[in-house]
């Protein structure tokens, strides 16, 4: 019996509820039969009654509250619908959860889970990436699983980090992953793993474009390319040891977001390569990002717009021939 992504985030958070009395889910629309937007929570409320709430249709509010539970002693997981809409709590999650230890030495243990990226007909408004933002900020730990077996194990760490974490589930990854089994064993977070080993250029990445890397790289083994692919699993902490060793197996680099182009975590990989291992290099470093407009609604436009299998592998060609 298989088990997608979805799945593995709400056995994930049937087994944190189960386990901590300290735990509750707080979102809009998430309790009764509903579910919330993706059924993340479909019938949590029915086995955990009165620990699966409603909210109001304000996400600073949401996270305000929970932010409140989080310094009486609770473990509050914040659902958004779409991972746009948390724009409207920044000034919670930055400013109050980012700060909340420095300022008080009252550790702040709230996860927000944020419904991210794109897929066909979402457009601008319930499309966006927003990793790249929070990492931005100290005082957050930011994760982005691209596996079921990440999805699982790394929202039950979360719950139990001290710090706030904002944890990116990639809304294409929903249905289109499975696993044959939820995980026994599990990475630590902070740590980056190597999906597939290469000595002709590493691919660094992370959610959804470790799949979309994976296809470009049987693509240009089939030219005798060897690619090493590199999911990051948290872009903060950002593993740079473990993307330093594969760039220093390789001496090319390319890093891919579905983010937008102007700074962000391709940005930042890239700024650590070339700092601390320009002498690795036999090529210039390049990233490659979505494009630097607003994103489409249709969805041929929407799979122009961000990184896929042909642009990575365009993009991959270009350095090798450097």
């Known amino acids: 019996m298989s088990v997608s992504y979805l799945e593995a985030i709400r056995e994930a958070q049937a087994h944190l509820l189960r386990e901590d009395k300290r735990v509750f889910i707080y979102g809009q629309d998430i309790s009764g039969n509903f579910g919330g937007a993706f059924k993340a929570t479909k019938g949590l409320a029915a086995e955990f009654p009165g620990r699966v709430l409603n909210t109001p249709i304000s996400e600073d509010a949401m996270v305000g509250t929970a932010i409140g539970a989080a310094l009486e002693g609770m473990r509050p997981i914040v659902e958004m619908q779409f991972a746009d809409f948390s724009s409207i709590a920044l000034n919670q999650i930055l400013n109050n959860a980012g700060t909340q230890y420095w300022r008080t030495n009252i550790p702040c243990p709230i996860t927000v889970r944020l419904p991210s990226g794109g897929t066909k007909g979402s457009g601008p408004f319930h499309s966006q990436s927003m990793e790249g933002i929070y990492a931005h900020y100290p005082g ?45 064993n599990r990475l630590p977070i902070g740590q980056a793993r190597v999906v597939r080993p290469g000595r002709d250029l590493s691919i660094v990445t992370y959610s959804v474009m470790v799949h979309e890397a994976l296809a470009a790289a049987e693509e240009l ?12 699993r948290t872009v903060k902490p950002l593993d740079t040891d473990t993307v330093l060793a594969s760039v220093a197996r390789t001496g090319r680099l390319l890093c891919v977001g579905e983010s937008f182009p102007w700074g962000g975590v391709t940005a930042e990989v890239i700024a650590r390569v070339a700092t601390e291992g320009f002498h690795l290099l036999d090529a210039a470093p390049a990233r490659l990002n979505a494009k630097d407009t607003p994103i489409p609604y249709h969805p041929n436009l929407w799979s122009e717009h961000r990184p896929n299998e042909n642009s990575i592998a365009k993009k991959a060609r270009q350095i090798l021939a450097e």
């Open 221 to 232: 083994r089939a030219d005798g390319f060897e690619v090493d692919v590199v999911d990051l």
């Open 140 to 184: 957050l730990i930011v994760m982005t699983p691209a596996t079921v077996e990440d999805a699982y194990t790394m929202l039950i760490d979360a719950v139990a980090i001290d710090d706030p974490v904002i944890y990116c589930e990639h809304k294409y990854l929903y249905y289109h992953l499975k696993a044959d089994e939820l995980p026994k």
